[in-house]
């Protein structure tokens, strides 16, 4: 009987045949006598019933039923699933494949990356986008290449890692920012640069994580998190036992997505924007044989529709807020288009090592930002690579490398972002709090993402292809680098000091502690944190050979930590060639871009500037100036060559004046100089200034040149000094437009931005 019922379902017709479960459709139709075709003339009619039973046995055994038209599409999409993963696994072996190749020198085919190979690309937006393919490995750039930093994530205690290989070139084996160009949130945010703190600056594995404390205002954090508390859609997420709850969740997703959310292998959040409130019944989903659905299922509450609407329209506001006021930089069409929730109850909840690298969102294989917003409690936050990441090919294990733990807390308020590669080479962690020290208060954590690849059923999958917003480009890392030259951004982020930016050992003072850490137990908390407890480090003097972990030493020597670093951007300008690519950057004053023609021009048109005065010396008023009207009365001025050492001459709007003290809330653009050209460079600057060159609404106040006071040589600084310095950008348009300038006259050199207020050099650009 058996073997009939076997024969039954091989002989299916092709058509009906999906694969393994290609019985599955004949099985149903079988009775009906529509597709059993010769089949069913082999099979004598008494014997029919019992195969038909049989086969029922059979399904059921399976687990299957009868399919009917509902559970027909409940398997087309456990079918798409598989397939997606399917194509994963695939995507995954031709990139080891051409890691391999290019490990034995050759150079890897071009991917092809049309629609019948791999099927449709998608911008975050949800639409195709054949022209985006996937990044070629060989896109890296060579050591030393404008753009690739030496500063990767590295294990920090030298230790060998296995897999991991601190030092060794093409870590990261991706491209560097410089080939295909990346921008990081933060430009786009409405924070001045310094207020980012880097966590993870990971040039060569393209990987970086910036932290952004209290960037919310705690009254609306509050009304966020309590608002947030009462209506959404938790789910309880549970350990694989089954015996207690590690965190609840929820999911949303803007623009008519349908996509559903899957925790690991086992769980899937339903959209909460799909789901029907309980007036119209409680939405079904069957169960797959591998996945648990937890939205309309018997253990959540039944939603209504006054609470999703309510969640809805919490998570807008919060959507509006975030990105219309955080993140202005960004065009609306860049936001990103869904989010998760965690709700973490206490201590006793918190999320295992994990990488955000769903399908969904391309974490794996491309750019893939994250914004990451915290309400409510602190929590600790850990950062690490994941094992195996450097040369190898990423591998799947959710093992981190322990000393390349970078940890932080998130507090109320804060912004976080992980960006570029970061989920294909690292993993984080919400640890646990220490029993001994419980946390009774919950926190809110919620993580916008831009989904990329939608699901087969949504709808999105298929909408037709619009052109990609710059702004969104730019965070994902398709800007065509060829644009990059002309209409890019002109704000790439460079950084300065370890990738390990964060690291807490370098933030106390120097005799305190052995700056060595290694993960073990602390003598102070025991917290069994991950592993064998925490990242700790030895004392000194009386307290060598105690180890003791970062919140320990906080605790204990609040005053040996100093703040931790915080962004400096540096700058390749090229303004005068690429001013247009300032028009995408949002709030400025473009008056910058268009005072930049008459000087470029050989005959000026002078502007009829307000009156200006001429100071030298220890700042004595020399001359107030009227209307320049030419160069000839310009070279009546003093120039700085005729003025002993160490004096200067400032050149100010009336009504300013050339001190520090004056100008408390700007700063100034510097760079030193030989003296060679300096009266040439002087006069070029003075003619700016009074054309309005460096106007702008950060516009510049003042131009100085001093002497130095080390005769013979008597080199010299030049500045140009803006009443404002809020706003980076408008600070780096003005920088810009100097940098130029001093180029045109043959000077190349360092400038650095000296923020009068924070009382130290902020941004600088480079020639
Ligand atoms: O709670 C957090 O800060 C992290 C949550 C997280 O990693 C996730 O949702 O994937
Ligand atoms: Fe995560």
């Known amino acids: 009987m058996k073997d009939k019922v076997t024969s039954l379902m091989h002989g299916v017709p092709a058509s009906h045949g999906h694969g393994g479960h290609g019985g599955h459709g004949h099985a149903a139709s079988a009775p009906h006598g529509r597709s059993a075709g010769n089949v069913k003339a082999s099979v004598a009619a008494s014997e029919f019933t019992e195969v038909r039973e049989h086969a029922c046995w059979l399904w059921s055994r399976?687990?299957?039923?009868?399919?009917?038209?509902?559970?027909?599409?409940?398997?087309?999409?456990?079918?798409?699933?598989?397939?997606?993963?399917?194509?994963?696994?695939?995507?995954?072996?031709?990139?080891?494949?051409?890691?391999?190749?290019?490990?034995?020198?050759?150079?890897?085919?071009?991917?092809?990356?049309?629609?019948?190979?791999?099927?449709?690309?998608?911008?975050?937006?949800?639409?195709?986008?054949?022209?985006?393919?996937?990044?070629?490995?060989?896109?890296?750039?060579?050591?030393g290449a404008p753009g690739a930093s030496a500063h990767t994530l590295q294990p920090r205690s030298g230790h060998s890692t296995a897999g991991a290989k601190p030092g060794a070139s093409g870590q990261g084996d991706e491209p560097s920012r410089a080939d295909v160009p990346l921008h990081l949130l933060a430009e786009f945010s409405s924070a001045s640069l310094d207020r980012w703190q880097p966590v993870i600056l990971d040039e060569e594995r393209r990987c970086f994580s910036l932290h952004w404390p209290k960037a919310i205002p705690e009254g609306l954090s509050r009304s966020y998190f309590q608002r947030l508390l009462d209506v959404a859609p938790w789910v309880e997420l549970r350990n694989t036992?089954?015996?207690s709850v590690t965190r609840s969740t929820c999911w949303?997703?803007?623009?008519?997505?349908?996509?559903?959310?899957?925790?690991?292998?086992?769980?899937?959040?339903?959209?909460?924007?799909?789901?029907?409130?309980a007036a119209e019944g409680v939405e079904k989903v069957e169960p797959s044989e591998n996945t648990q659905f937890i939205h309309g299922s018997v253990e959540v509450e039944p939603l209504s529709e006054g609470s999703l609407s309510s969640f809805r329209s919490v998570m807008e506001e919060i959507l509006e807020y975030v990105f219309g006021k955080l993140f202005p930089g960004l065009s609306r069409e860049a936001w990103p288009n869904s989010a998760n929730l965690n709700l973490y109850r206490d201590g006793r909840q918190g999320v295992g090592w994990h990488a955000d690298d769903e399908l969904l969102f391309k974490g794996k294989d491309s750019d893939c930002p994250v914004v990451s917003i915290s309400l409510g409690a602190a929590r600790e936050f850990w950062i690490a690579l994941k094992d195996g990441t450097a040369g190898d090919p990423p591998r799947r294990s959710g093992v981190p490398v322990s000393d390349s733990i970078v940890e932080l807390d998130l507090e109320d308020g804060d912004v976080l972002t992980m960006e570029g590669r970061l989920q294909r080479h690292c993993?984080?962690?919400?640890?646990?709090?220490?029993?001994?020290?419980?946390?009774?208060?919950?926190?809110?954590?919620?993580?916008?993402?831009?989904?990329?690849?939608?699901?087969?059923?949504?709808?999105?999958?298929?909408?037709?292809?619009?052109?990609?917003?710059?702004?969104?480009?730019?965070?994902?890392?398709?800007?065509?680098?060829?644009?990059?030259?002309?209409?890019?951004?002109?704000l790439s982020l460079q950084f300065h000091g370890g990738a390990y930016a964060r690291d807490w050992s370098q933030q106390v003072c120097p005799g305190v502690l052995n700056p060595e850490q290694q993960l073990r137990l602390c003598d102070g908390c025991k917290h069994v944190c991950y592993a064998e407890g925490r990242p700790c480090c030895e004392g000194v003097g009386d307290w060598a050979e105690h180890w003791f972990c970062r919140r320990c030493w906080f605790h204990w020597e609040p005053e040996a930590f100093s703040e931790p670093p915080s962004l400096e951007a540096w700058c390749v300008p090229n303004y005068s060639e690429n001013w247009e690519r300032w028009e995408?950057?949002?709030?400025?004053?473009?008056?910058?871009?268009?005072?930049?023609?008459?000087?470029?021009?050989?005959?000026?048109?002078?502007?009829?500037?307000?009156?200006?005065?001429?100071?030298?010396g220890a700042w004595e008023q020399l001359q107030l100036l009227g209307e320049i009207q030419n160069?000839?009365?310009?070279?009546?001025?003093?120039?700085?060559?005729?003025?002993?050492?160490?004096?200067?001459?400032?050149?100010?709007?009336?009504?300013?004046?050339?001190?520090?003290?004056?100008?408390?809330?700007?700063?100034?653009?510097?760079?030193?100089?030989?003296?060679?050209?300096?009266?040439?460079?002087?006069?070029a600057m003075c003619q700016g200034l009074l054309q309005g060159l460096f106007d702008g609404q950060a516009g510049a106040c003042g131009i100085a040149a001093t002497l130095s006071t080390r005769s013979p040589c008597r080199d010299g600084k030049l500045a140009v000094w803006l009443l404002k310095a809020q706003d980076d950008l408008h600070v780096l348009a003005v920088g810009s437009v100097f940098m130029d300038l001093l180029r045109a006259k043959g000077f190349v050199g360092r400038l650095k931005f000296e923020n009068?207020?924070?009382?130290?050099?902020?941004?600088s650009l480079r020639p």
């Open 62 to 143: 399976l687990g299957v039923s009868l399919m009917t038209l509902e559970d027909r599409n409940v398997w087309l999409e456990d079918e798409n699933k598989r397939l997606e993963q399917e194509l994963e696994g695939l995507e995954t072996q031709i990139r080891e494949a051409r890691q391999l190749l290019k490990s034995h020198g050759r150079v890897p085919p071009p991917l092809d990356t049309s629609e019948e190979a791999v099927g449709p690309q998608m911008d975050a937006t949800g639409c195709q986008t054949p022209s985006q393919s996937m990044t070629s490995p060989s896109q890296r750039a060579a050591p």
């Open 241 to 243: 036992k089954g015996t």
């Open 252 to 277: 949303y997703a803007t623009g008519g997505c349908t996509c559903d959310y899957t925790y690991g292998q086992q769980t899937r959040v339903t959209n909460a924007s799909t789901l029907q409130p």
């Open 427 to 490: 993993l984080h962690f919400v640890p646990k709090c220490n029993p001994r020290e419980p946390l009774r208060d919950e926190r809110i954590n919620i993580t916008f993402r831009w989904v990329r690849e939608h699901r087969y059923r949504c709808p999105l999958r298929w909408r037709h292809a619009e052109t990609m917003d710059r702004t969104l480009s730019a965070i994902i890392g398709t800007l065509d680098s060829q644009d990059q030259d002309r209409r890019l951004l002109p």
């Open 584 to 616: 995408t950057i949002g709030p400025y004053d473009t008056g910058v871009l268009e005072a930049l023609e008459p000087i470029m021009q050989p005959e000026p048109v002078w502007n009829m500037r307000p009156a200006f005065a001429l100071w030298c």
């Open 631 to 683: 160069d000839a009365q310009l070279l009546k001025l003093e120039t700085p060559s005729t003025l002993p050492s160490g004096e200067g001459l400032a050149l100010f709007a009336a009504g300013t004046y050339p001190a520090r003290e004056y100008i408390v809330e700007g700063g100034r653009w510097m760079i030193a100089v030989n003296k060679e050209g300096l009266d040439e460079v002087w006069l």
């Open 756 to 763: 009068f207020q924070r009382g130290k050099v902020t941004l």
